[in-house]
């Protein structure tokens, strides 16, 4: 038996097979695209966040203290 997700690829196969398939496509893209540039965003964010307030190991810092 497959991936659970197998099914996806027919499926959206027979929802853009229309004769409006512009339309379908605007249709779907007002969904993904907000979402995706969110998912983006927050990847930016975190990591910037994660820059931003990184600070070092002070024991791994330190060659002379024995661990």
Same mark, same amino acid.
């Given at each position: 038996m497959g991936p659970y997700w197998t099914p996806i690829g027919? #499926? *959206?196969?027979?929802?853009?097979?229309?004769d409006t398939h512009q339309d379908r496509y605007e249709e779907v #893209? *007002?969904?993904v695209d907000p979402v995706s540039k969110c998912i983006?965003?927050?990847i930016v964010v975190t990591y910037?966040?994660?820059?931003?307030t990184w600070q070092p190991d002070i024991a791994s810092?330190?060659?002379?203290?024995?661990?």
């Open positions: 027919p #499926s *959206a196969g027979s929802f853009f097979h229309a #893209s *007002a969904y983006v965003g927050l910037l966040y994660r820059v931003v810092a330190d060659p002379d203290q024995a661990h």
